[in-house]
């Protein structure tokens, strides 16, 4: 049986992304609490404008939990001392991520260093990928000292140069699979909607990661056309994606956490945030 939105939500959550060109952190958060939005997914830069620590209490004064933390990942690198700032660089995020008690750290995983600002330092994916792997292996220590599970989100492919080699659902649980075969639950996927719609094994690979496995699930939607690779994402209900039929197959798999809204939008970065929250709220109970 799935859980009925229509008339609470409860289990929303707003990634804080959505508002960002808006308000900052403080205010997303005091914003989400005057509407009842009790969870929220921060990104490190956000909160680090703020302040950590002051974040951490404006979340106990208001009761808003976190439906994970942005982001871990950015693995690759073009030399070793790059290879060993990122996995420090993650260690740090998995720092925060406790002092927020996130129940998860996000991550992007990378792909080709430098392609993020246009200039590859080289094109071999293959290699890239096998940072990823040993970039999460060395990271999931750390991540089990501080018991902090890691979600690993499978980017859609046309992020594969710049911010993923990951790129299907699929392909993150064999890494699950290889890198945590007992599933203990510090290693998992965040299923996000806009960039796993079209896989035609979505279904498939959402019941074979489980419950254990599934540690975030993203909601927006896919606008046609799409006039941006990056910003260019859609509120619930105004695109193509089957939201509501990919939350049961979620469900049906065991997830029982926050469906968290994540628009990275121009559109929607120009509209008042008390109207996109407003509308956040609407559509999660509609169409979510
Ligand atoms: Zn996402």
Redesign the pocket.
């Known amino acids: 049986m799935m859980r009925d939105f229509s008339d609470s939500h409860r289990w929303l959550s707003i990634?804080t992304a959505t508002v960002r060109k808006q308000w900052a952190l403080d205010r997303i958060i005091d914003e989400c609490a005057r509407r009842g939005i009790r969870a929220i997914s921060p990104w490190r830069d956000q909160v680090a404008a703020v302040g950590l620590d002051r974040v951490a209490r404006q979340l106990k004064e208001t009761g808003i939990e976190l439906s994970g933390y942005c982001r871990g990942g950015f693995f690759p690198a073009a030399d070793a001392a790059g290879l060993k700032a990122a996995l420090d660089d993650n260690r740090r995020a998995i720092d925060e991520a406790r002092t927020l008690n996130a129940p998860c750290l996000?991550l992007v995983v990378g792909s080709l260093p430098g392609a993020l600002n246009g200039s590859p330092v080289h094109r071999d994916i293959g290699r890239v990928r096998q940072e990823v792997r040993d970039g999460i292996a060395a990271t999931m220590e750390y991540a089990r000292q501080m018991a902090m599970p890691l979600a690993i989100?499978p980017l859609h492919p046309m992020q594969a140069a710049e911010r993923a080699c990951i790129n299907t659902l699929e392909q993150a649980l064999d890494l699950c699979d290889e890198l945590d075969p007992a599933r203990s639950g510090g290693l998992g996927v965040?299923v996000?909607l806009?960039?796993v719609w079209w896989d035609p094994k979505l279904q498939q690979q959402i019941a074979r990661a489980g419950a254990d496995r599934l540690l975030a699930f993203?909601v927006c939607d896919w606008l046609v056309p799409t006039r941006d690779l990056l910003n260019d994402r859609g509120m619930m209900g105004d695109g193509v994606i089957e939201i509501r039929k990919a939350r049961g197959w979620v469900e049906a798999a065991g997830f029982a956490g926050h469906s968290?809204v994540?628009i990275f939008s121009e559109h929607w970065w120009s509209q008042p945030g008390e109207r996109v929250l407003d509308l956040c709220i609407e559509r999660h109970r509609q169409v979510v």
Do not use: F, K, L
Request: aromatic share 10%; proline share 0%.
């Open positions: 990634n996000v989100e965040a996000d806009y960039h993203h968290e994540e």
